[in-house]
């Protein structure tokens, strides 16, 4: 490298700069703004040094011997000589040019984005493994890769990022402008200038720099037009900010929402629920919160603070705190271990203010218990299922605590509580109603295939019912449509047939539908009579019978064994209903055929799985029936066991 | 109070359990173990009556000459064991209540958060704390 040369050079010593070295000295170097002679900032450097802890005599001793004493500024040799020698003090050895030579370690910056740190401490050696990265970012985040890409040291830096800002790119793209303004610095000034232009031309101006506008505040920078100083500013603020420690919140205060990212969460929100006073469900946040690639146990801390009234689901509110403690995590700011003030609920200005922190949160906990109890049994169940529930109940519960509990501290919490109370206990009898009828709702997945088994042994007794039942409706249209079929048949013709058709949902009942089409198609549209002992007596032959008339195909030949079916059925109608059909069937088969030949398609497959049904039950009752038998014998073997002892007994 | 509190999965796996340092914890661990036992020989025995209002908190289940058991069941199968000490007469039984009151909430925040799985050891913070809690006041 040049540089690395004209350090050399200038330093008068052979500096050999491991390819680790070259790059977190370059990355430093681009984070000291160096101007166009080369000079570093003075102000920056001195940041620099101040995060490496060293003494400050260590810090004059370092400036010294680098040179840069003697010309007044840092150039670019002297600071990476500078940087050696802070390696060199850090890792014990006195601060000369003889050390600069000396196989050392990377110099240690505290206070410094923990991120950059990290990437420096595992810079990988490779750059092609970042641009790779950066082809593959999802398209959305089309920006980041076309300005990384004409950086090649925020890759390393990138590396690190990518994996977390494409996925988190489709809903929080302004987001990464802290992220990515972090990798500017990095870059190579200029490309990192030329990278940033392009990104903020791209995206909205505004919120970028007001979000360094919110962390550069404390630090007075301004949010001028020139990319680099908010991105400067907020690489230092973020140090001094970290130095200073995290969540500090009298003089700046990272928690703070600035109106831009509250915008911002405002859209997030709207993507996920377009109605900002509903509530966005559990699992759609997780869902969203996980493509920040935080991990989960931090995600799950941030709920924890974030969802204040402990309903399982997040308002406009606690999404913004949510969503603003991920964009700090993100950034390097440890997870508070209890909300923030300037998170706390009333920050915005949808709710009352809270001035403070900790009793709020005590109150906001005494009221949910109240709250939760009421849930508690609900929850228990399933967590989604009640939870449904529950956000059902609470949102208004939950509404009126927030406006009710707000307004003046002391007492709210005491009027509230009783009433949530008062309210609670009707809740949890209603709760344990909803438990029930959802457990009940739970167990029975079987009842469907009841009704056919009941169909399939008592066949014809309750398809005699149904003729009674259907008998006075017949002409009308019979009152017990069956499900399960629909009407296929649709011309009106034959509409009686349909209706006959359409009482078939259980085995027997379809079956002699079969045959009633083949009578349908033997009527086709001609007169219809009103046939009723037709139909009915349809309904009854008995299992053989209808598979019997399954197996055939529709033709007119069936006609003529419809009268042998009929004898099976009990009914005693048959006579007087077999010979009109038949009589009428034969010639009106063939074009009745196509119509219904597809309803003839459903019916088959309807008895088909009719039939399988069958086979599992007549299976069913084989096998109890050998139970049956087995249980009858042990009883009889413990009869002749008793017998021996009963005379005993007796005695 | 408590000198071990756990919490149990429906598939009487631990969820949760935590006891006072001081003593030798292997021995919690085995007592909540067994009161399992004592745990379902209760709730069977309710259930027969269809108890869709089966009481959830179980009460005494069994004493030792050490410490005392108590038990609570939510409806969900998941069981909550506190151990207490012998020594410790003061509590009555509406402080055991009210301590499987607060666990029941506390636990049923934990079920809340969309990132805990069901099935999962309770990681939360929260949860850690008001466990504490309950622990320290023991003194």
């Not at chain 1, 900032?41 to 400036?63: D, I, M, R, Y």
């Not at chain 1, 001028?224 to 205060?253: F, T």
């Not at chain 1, 009704?451 to 008998?471: I, W, Y």
Request: proline share 11%.
């Amino acid at each position: 490298m040049d540089q690395e040369s004209g350090a050399a050079s200038s330093a008068g010593s052979f500096i050999s700069l491991t390819e680790h070295e070259q790059r977190l000295y370059s990355a430093l170097h681009g984070r000291c703004q160096a101007d166009a002679a080369g000079k570093l900032s003075s102000g920056k450097v001195a940041e620099l040094f101040k995060a490496s802890q060293l003494p400050p005599e260590a810090l004059h001793k370092v400036t010294e011997v680098c040179g840069a004493k003697r010309l007044g500024y840092f150039g670019t040799p002297q600071f990476f000589v500078a940087l050696k020698l802070l390696a060199a003090a850090q890792s014990g050895l006195p601060v000369r040019l003889e050390s600069v030579t000396a196989n050392l370690p990377l110099p240690r910056f505290v206070g410094l984005k923990s991120e950059p740190e990290m990437r420096y401490a595992t810079l990988p050696a490779s750059i092609e493994g970042p641009g790779a990265q950066c082809g593959a970012a999802p398209a959305a985040v089309s920006w980041t890769p076309a300005d990384r890409s004409t950086s090649r040291h925020p890759e390393a830096n990138v590396e690190k990022k990518e994996p977390r800002s494409p996925p988190r790119s489709p809903c929080s793209s302004p987001a990464h402008s802290p992220l990515t303004y972090r990798s500017y610095p990095y870059a190579k000034p200029k490309d990192g200038a030329d990278s940033q232009m392009t990104y903020e031309s791209k995206q909205s101006p505004r919120p970028i720099a007001k979000l360094e506008q919110q962390h550069s505040s404390p630090m007075n920078y301004g949010t001028k037009a020139p990319a680099e100083h908010p991105a400067m500013a907020r690489a230092s603020s973020a140090e001094r900010l970290a130095q200073q420690g995290a969540g500090d919140s009298p003089g700046d205060d990272p928690w703070r929402i600035t109106e831009e990212q509250l915008e911002y969460y405002t859209n997030q929100f709207r993507s996920l629920q377009p109605d900002l006073g509903a509530l966005i469900l559990g699992a759609v946040a997780k869902h969203f919160f996980t493509k920040s690639k935080l991990p989960i146990p931090e995600l799950s801390h941030i709920w924890e603070l974030s969802d204040v009234d402990r309903d399982g689901a997040l308002t406009f509110s606690e999404f913004c705190t949510a969503f603003h403690l991920i964009v700090a995590r993100k950034n390097g700011y440890p997870l508070p271990e209890s909300l923030p003030p300037s998170l706390q609920p009333g920050f915005t200005q949808q709710e009352e203010d809270i001035p403070d922190t900790p009793e709020d949160r005590s109150i906001i906990e005494r009221i949910q218990p109240s709250l939760a109890t009421t849930k508690q049994d609900l929850k228990e169940e399933s967590c989604k299922k009640d939870a449904s529930l529950t956000r059902m109940t609470t949102p208004q519960r939950k509404q009126t605590l927030q406006l009710g509990a707000f307004p003046e501290r002391p007492e709210p919490p005491q009027h509230l509580d009783p009433q949530m109370r008062t309210k609670t206990r009707p809740r949890s009898y209603s709760s344990t109603s909803i438990e029930d009828a959802m457990k009940k709702a739970e167990e029975p997945p079987t009842p469907p295939p009841r009704p056919q088994k009941s169909h399939s042994r008592a066949s014809s007794l309750d398809l005699n019912k149904l003729f009674q039942q259907g008998a006075p409706g017949v002409k009308s249209g019979w009152p017990l449509p069956p499900p399960a079929l629909p009407p296929r048949p649709s011309t009106s013709q034959v509409s009686h047939f349909i209706n006959a058709s359409e009482k078939t949902p259980p085995n027997k009942v379809q079956q002699p539908n079969f045959a009633d089409f083949s009578h349908f198609r033997e009527e086709e549209e001609s007169c219809v009579k009103p046939e009723e002992p037709g139909p009915r007596s349809r309904f009854g032959p008995s299992t053989e019978d209808l598979t019997n008339a399954s197996k055939q195909d529709v033709c007119p030949s069936q006609a003529p064994q419809k009268p042998v079916r009929r004898k099976y059925h009990p009914e005693s109608q048959n006579p007087e209903a077999a010979p009109p059909p038949a009589a009428s069937f034969p010639p009106t088969a063939k074009p009745a055929q196509k119509l219904l030949s597809g309803q003839k398609r459903e019916i088959q497959m309807a008895i088909r799985k009719n039939k399988e049904s069958n086979a599992v039950l007549t299976r069913l009752n084989s096998e109890l029936q050998q139970q049956l038998k087995v249980v009858h014998q042990e009883r009889v073997t413990l009869e002749s066991q008793l017998e021996p002892l009963r005379p005993l007994a007796s005695t | 109070m408590a000198v071990c509190i756990a919490v149990i999965a429906k598939e009487n796996y631990p969820l949760y359990i935590r006891s006072v340092p001081t003593q030798n914890e292997l021995k919690f661990h085995y007592t909540v173990h067994t009161s399992l036992d004592v745990v379902e020989e209760k709730i069977s025995a309710v259930g027969k009556s269809l108890g869709d209002q089966r009481e959830l908190y179980l009460g005494l289940l069994y004493p030792t000459e050490d410490y005392k058991v108590y038990g609570y069941v939510t409806n969900s199968k998941v069981k909550f064991v506190i151990v207490v000490d012998s020594s410790n007469t003061s509590l009555r039984d509406n402080e055991i209540r009210s301590m499987f009151r607060k666990l029941h909430n506390t636990f049923t925040d934990v079920m809340c958060n969309p990132f805990h799985n069901p099935g999962d050891t309770i990681q939360s913070k929260a949860f850690d704390g008001i466990v504490s809690g309950m622990m320290v006041q023991s003194g």
